[in-house]
């Protein structure tokens, strides 16, 4: 049985919340918020991003999101201390764990010699998509074009440069599968 303190605590914090989205919603245009979107650090955006984050997902610490580009996060995610920099697109399945993480579809820059002080081309960049129910950990880095199947994990500080099967874990760099998960 909850008492009357504990019903007003969770009122007080359920507005702090809302208030919190509020706030953000004002602040960035570009941000759309799902229902009960918990921002229990702070959030940032950066060059005219736009950023989607689904119902019930929690954003603990700084998450920042950058680029000209577009951010799909899904429902009941945790995105803890997370980094996206997005210059096409960067999608985020539901129910999935960020932990303090960079996930970059540029490299912001062209590869060939004589093109890197050039303006970045189409080639730089391609969309990342991490499916449903992924762990990503601490320090890991994501790059340009990369899927991450289903139920997987990604180590902590591991490079994805490719993409990585669903119900596995990866850990290294270069990435290197350790684990496949049952059924």
């Known amino acids: 049985m909850v008492g009357a303190d504990g019903i007003r605590r969770g009122l007080l914090v359920r507005t702090v919340f809302a208030v919190k989205r509020g706030w953000y919603r004002l602040r960035y245009p570009g941000l759309t918020l799902g229902q009960g979107v918990e921002i229990r650090g702070r959030i940032r955006l950066r060059r005219g991003v736009r950023v989607s984050i689904g119902d019930r997902t929690r954003l603990n610490k700084l998450v920042r999101f950058a680029g000209p580009g577009q951010v799909r996060v899904g429902v009941d995610c945790l995105l803890n201390a997370t980094w996206i920099g997005t210059w096409s ?3 985020i ?8 993480c960079e996930l970059l579809d540029s490299d912001f820059h062209n590869l060939p010699p004589h093109l890197r002080h050039d303006p970045p081309t189409a080639a730089t960049r391609a969309p990342i998509v991490v499916e449903e129910n992924v762990w990503i ?3 890991a880095l994501v790059l340009k074009g990369v899927r991450i199947g289903r139920d997987a994990v990604v180590g902590a500080a591991t490079v994805v440069r490719t993409d ?20």
């Open 93 to 100: 399945g539901d129910r999935c764990l960020l932990s303090n």
């Open 164 to 183: 990585v099967p669903p119900r596995v874990v990866v850990v290294g760099n270069p990435q290197q599968m350790v684990k496949k998960f049952d059924g």
């Open 89 to 91: 697109s960067v999608t």
């Open 137 to 139: 950990g601490a320090h």
